[in-house]
């Protein structure tokens, strides 16, 4: 097969994190016997900085002709005094509205390995496995009006959360199929007792479920969603929610996986995939090689299965990294007290070297 993808490595420590996601790419592409064709592009504050647009023309072009696009991070706080239209975090969002990826999938795994990273006592998080289904071109991040206005000291700010219920619909369809391959339960939250979106998000939801009678439908509010998801990670599935939502708790979820750094995520439902780490750009750690390199590594593995329906090369790349870090390997945010740390370099190379035995080892089973 032929794997055309598009990488926009970003700022921060997007570029070092995609070079080794692109390195694992390529031997997995070796291994499967697949050709691979990749077109770099610059997005957010690198675009901003070359050309005075964080999505430039040909940037777009190139996603719009490519299978998937690869993303690393965008943003920095050198780019806080620019005008909303030139912040590098529009140039995401008018990706995500281009490309028409309106289901963001990202999964917050607590791998046995890792049990000691996260801040929860280790029977609290141990077994945690949640997909959290977000509506990305929905909410208060697009709806219009919205802007500043008043004099200086007297100013007010407009952000209008809108959603429609096609938007809300097909949304709902994907987290409910996806829980079919899952443990068949779905938590849609919202904030209902307040928002008139939400009210409107509950009852769309709650008549979709009727498609899915094998799929168990529970409701919550997102405050106490926040607070379950640190009590009893393990009880959730599939996590159903709008955009300002899924994108708080995601973040919550990695912390209770110990990083940020290990979540990957899978934007879908449009004409070309968007996959990215969930970490953002970093800047405090940027160029420093120290930066975690599996959340992109891990994304790869969704583009693969997403995109491509390669689900053996996705499996392959998810069982390299479980058994990298089962080896005690460890970048700088997930090392305990006295534990050595890899580079961000040292594990890609690792996770690489892992997926061409696991791939040498599942064409000797094809061979049998």
């Not at 289901?103 to 006592?121: G, I, K, M, T, Y």
């Not at 939801?205 to 498609?211: D, E, I, S």
Request: hydrophobic content about 40%.
């Amino acid at each position: 097969m032929l794997l055309k993808l598009t990488t926009l490595p970003g700022d921060g420590i997007g570029p070092e994190v995609v070079d080794q996601a692109v390195r694992v790419v390529e031997e997995v592409a070796r291994a499967f016997g697949h050709q691979l064709s990749i077109t770099r592009k610059p997005i957010g504050g690198a675009a901003l900085v070359a050309s005075k647009n964080p999505l430039p023309d040909d940037t777009l072009q190139a996603c719009l002709s490519s299978s998937a696009v690869l993303l690393g991070a965008v943003g920095g706080p050198s780019f806080d005094s620019f005008p909303a239209h030139l912040r590098p975090e529009s140039g995401l969002l008018r990706l995500r509205r281009e490309l028409g990826v309106f289901a963001n999938l990202r999964p917050a795994v607590c791998l046995p390995a890792l049990e000691d990273c996260s801040p929860l006592r280790p029977e609290v998080a141990r077994g945690t496995n949640i997909l959290i289904v977000r509506e990305l071109l929905g909410g208060i991040y697009f709806g219009q009006p919205r802007q500043t206005e008043g004099p200086a000291g007297n100013r007010s700010a407009v952000d209008t959360m809108r959603y429609s219920e096609p938007e809300i619909e097909r949304i709902a369809h994907v987290g409910f199929e996806l829980a079919r391959s899952r443990r068949r339960k779905v938590t849609s939250v919202d904030k209902a007792n307040v928002l008139d979106c939400s009210r409107l998000w509950r009852d769309v939801v709650t008549r979709v479920a009727q498609q899915y009678p094998d799929i168990k439908l529970s409701h919550m509010y997102v405050d106490s969603a926040a607070m379950a998801l640190v009590a009893h990670p393990a009880e959730f599935d599939v996590l159903l929610t709008e955009n300002m939502f899924g994108d708080i708790l995601s973040d919550q979820a990695g912390g209770i996986m110990g990083s940020l750094g290990m979540l990957a995520s899978a934007s879908i439902g449009g004409s070309v995939g968007l996959y990215e780490p969930v970490h953002g750009s970093a800047p405090d750690i940027a160029g420093r090689g120290v930066a975690n390199p599996l959340g992109a590594i891990l994304s790869v593995a969704m583009l693969l299965r997403h995109s491509f329906k390669l689900e053996r090369e996705a499996a392959c790349i998810e069982s390299a990294v479980s058994e990298v870090l089962a080896a005690g390997n460890r970048t700088r945010d997930l090392v305990t007290p006295g534990q050595p740390a890899l580079s961000t370099s040292q594990m890609g190379e690792k996770v690489a070297e892992a997926v061409a035995q696991r791939a040498r080892v599942d064409r000797g089973k094809v061979a049998i």
